[in-house]
């Protein structure tokens, strides 16, 4: 089976990011099928272009047997609506190109959001070339968008994401949901239940290999890491106030942060304007070198807002965190939270309540050591077991196969 895989986002294991797209399409080929990524060019956690792929409209690669199409697109991204729209649009514009010019004919087209535009060239892609079309959601469009503050309910940017959703769920044979709550919501919003599928995040296979967690190393203060992007969406300013809270209680407690995205600059304003001195904003880095700084703490943390849609959250990093084998903290309700605690993996409180969250940080930091790492063990015992990457690449690559076949 050859599967044209179009992403705009794909990050290798030792770059920033999320590696969704390159575990599923690796587990792909490890299984025999032909697999061709279009995606783009700009690395969304660094904004940085790598110069072998400067001026140039199509870059052709192959990495563990993906052949990967590297498209141009507009690489401003940050600072505006205007921007980030540009890079969206140009990345569909030359995808679609390269769907048409660049790939041979594939059985089934498979695109990935976010964002919602990447769904034009994969529809277009399997139109033109008489191939089903599937199309996976990491996000419901335009709420999320609308929950997030990026799109005004009645303005026409946001009526148009709302028709183009609509446009994309109707032609896919097949709809993916990374989350139950996105499966929940395509279904609330008419789609078929038996045209869904649930296909969550999970554990790359080198944090299998990577083995149990060495002990924590004795030290005088209690680290706290959080790994991920630092937008809007993310609610660090919970974390923030938390680490306040600690510090005026003097508690032995410091605060990492990993990563990049538009409030980083603010964030890292704030805690030096607040004389936050046990907080360190580390930035982007490889995800092997995050994922050994989770391992290196005592605990990982991750938050949401105090909203229905934030129920449906079940971030990337929160399986990172779990394969690290360190307890996690959790300010959250919906699936996040009911992970953590099926797992026995941590501490969950309410979302935007900073006083309980430094309680539940200060009682992690206060439990025996014996006790942290029977949580952090418990939760890895756990990911690993239900939530591997090449388990889950499985199962999709069976309801692709059926989507070929037309049983889907």
């Known amino acids: 089976m050859h599967v044209a895989y179009f992403v705009q986002y794909f990050n290798l294991p030792h770059e920033p990011g999320g590696s969704r797209p390159y575990q599923l399409a690796r587990a792909l080929v490890a299984a025999g099928h032909r697999v061709t990524v279009v995606t783009g060019a700009v690395n969304h956690k660094t904004l940085t272009v790598p110069e072998r792929y400067r001026g140039r409209l199509f870059v052709d690669e192959e990495v563990d047997g993906i052949r990967l199409v590297r498209a141009w697109s507009y690489a401003g991204i940050r600072g505006s609506f205007r921007r980030r729209l540009l890079n969206f649009l140009s990345f569909a514009a030359v995808a679609s190109l390269a769907g048409l010019l660049s790939i041979d004919r594939p059985d089934v087209v498979y695109a990935s959001s976010t964002p919602l535009t990447v769904g034009i060239p994969g529809w277009l892609t399997a139109a033109l070339r008489g191939r089903p079309f599937v199309f996976e959601l990491r996000d419901l469009w335009p709420e999320s968008a609308i929950v997030a503050g990026v799109l005004d309910e009645r303005s026409t940017p946001t009526r148009a994401a709302s028709a183009l959703a609509r446009f994309l769920y109707r032609r896919a044979a097949l709809l993916v949901g990374v989350t139950r709550g996105i499966c929940d919501g395509l279904v609330a919003t008419g789609v078929p239940r038996g045209k869904v599928l649930f296909v969550p995040n999970g554990v790359d296979d080198w944090m299998v290999e990577a083995g149990d967690p060495p002990p924590p190393v004795p030290r005088e ?178 309801a692709l196969a059926r989507v070929v076949e037309g049983r889907a």
């Open 221 to 398: 203060r209690f680290v706290v890491v959080y790994c991920g992007a630092h937008g809007r969406w993310n609610g660090l300013g919970q974390v923030l106030d938390a680490a306040a809270i600690l510090a005026r209680r003097g508690a032995a407690v410091d605060f990492e942060f990993i990563g990049d995205g538009d409030e980083k600059d603010a964030l890292a304003a704030r805690a030096a304007d607040e004389g936050l001195d046990h907080v360190r904003f580390r930035g982007a880095l490889p995800k092997r070198d995050a994922f050994e700084a989770i391992r290196a703490a005592d605990a990982s943390i991750v938050v949401t807002w105090d909203h229905p849609f934030q129920k449906m959250v079940l971030a990337n990093k929160i399986f990172d965190y779990l394969a690290a084998g360190r307890p996690v903290v959790v300010g959250a309700h919906g699936e996040m939270a009911d992970l953590v605690r099926e797992a026995g993996a941590g501490v969950v409180v309410p979302p935007e309540q900073p006083e309980a969250l430094a309680d539940a940080i200060a009682a992690l930091a206060a439990a025996p050591v014996e006790r942290r790492v029977e949580q952090g063990l418990a939760g890895r015992r756990y990911i690993l077991e239900h939530y591997q990457r090449q388990d889950l690449a499985a199962g999709l690559a069976g």
